[in-house]
């Protein structure tokens, strides 16, 4: 599933920017562009529900939805003012469904080098949960260099799974002295990546699944816990868990079939 939330976040800017002056009687009205200001905020929420109809709460979402465009209706009429009372609730109803849409639905960005099958069965697993996931040669380059793509994606999702696999070979220089075995490691933009979306979301919200090999640990990442991904799938479990520490919405129902 993939999941745009542009012009979801810019509804929800144009809402809290919406200004309803402080009413000075009980009868103190605005004037019909905030009817219909509102009007077009949810008429673009309605357009936006229907292109992502697989949201988790989409059916509760429409609910709201409903009932808002329903009160809008009957408090106003094609050029009437409208009572500011009505209006500041409707505003502030509208906003809350909003944030509550924003932040119940996040996409996450999975980081991984040469080892598809590991990213593909992650990904299914996701995909399994509803979660809208994000892999970055998989999104239309549309022009784009390396890093700009990249950013832009990233920018868009709220949490990162992190695939560490064996796919380089490393060892410090040895300037003359005898040199070292090489060991195992990420491939370098694994390590840059990771260092991305530590500072951008936070280690809460980054979760790094880590091969069964032994692969050397960037140094200053060294003590944080890794989870392993084991072929008996237990590595699953614990990440539905972190999920939902992080405020992802997950039904039992989903989390049991993975």
């Known amino acids: 599933m993939h999941l745009d939330k542009t012009k979801l976040r810019l509804l929800l800017e144009k809402t809290e920017q919406l200004s309803i002056s402080a009413p000075n009687n009980y009868n103190s009205s605005s004037s019909p562009s905030m009817a219909k200001q509102l009007s077009t905020i949810l008429s673009g929420l309605s357009g936006w529900l229907i292109k992502h109809p697989n949201l988790t709460n989409g059916a509760a979402y429409g609910k709201k939805l409903a009932e808002l465009q329903g009160k809008l209706t009957s408090t106003t009429h094609p050029g009437s003012w409208f009572p500011d009372k009505e209006a500041e609730e409707l505003r502030v109803g509208t906003l809350a469904l909003l944030r509550l849409i924003d932040r119940d639905n996040k996409s996450i960005f999975i980081v991984h080098s040469r080892d598809l099958q590991m990213r593909e069965v992650v990904q299914s697993a996701l995909r399994g949960l509803i979660l809208p996931t994000v892999v970055l040669e998989r999104e239309d380059d ?4 390396i890093i700009e793509k990249f950013e832009k994606e990233a920018a868009r999702c ?6 560490f696999s064996a796919d380089d070979e490393g060892r410090l220089r040895s300037k003359g002295r005898k040199e070292t075995l090489l060991k195992l490691r990420v491939r370098q933009n694994v390590v840059l990546e990771l260092g991305y979306f530590l500072a951008r979301l936070g280690r809460r919200n ?8 032994p692969i050397e640990q960037p140094s200053d990442f060294v ?7 084991d072929k008996a799938g237990k590595w699953k479990a614990k ?9 992802f919405k997950i039904p039992i129902k989903l989390s049991d079939r993975i």
């Not at 549309?142 to 260099?145: D, I, K, L, R, Y």
């Not at 944080?224 to 991904?229: G, K, T």
């Open 142 to 145: 549309n022009g784009q260099t």
């Open 158 to 163: 709220e949490y990162a799974v992190v695939l």
């Open 206 to 213: 980054v979760f790094v699944l880590h091969s069964e090999e």
């Open 223 to 229: 003590g944080v816990v890794y989870q392993s991904y």
């Open 239 to 247: 990440l539905v868990r972190e999920l939902k520490a992080a405020g």
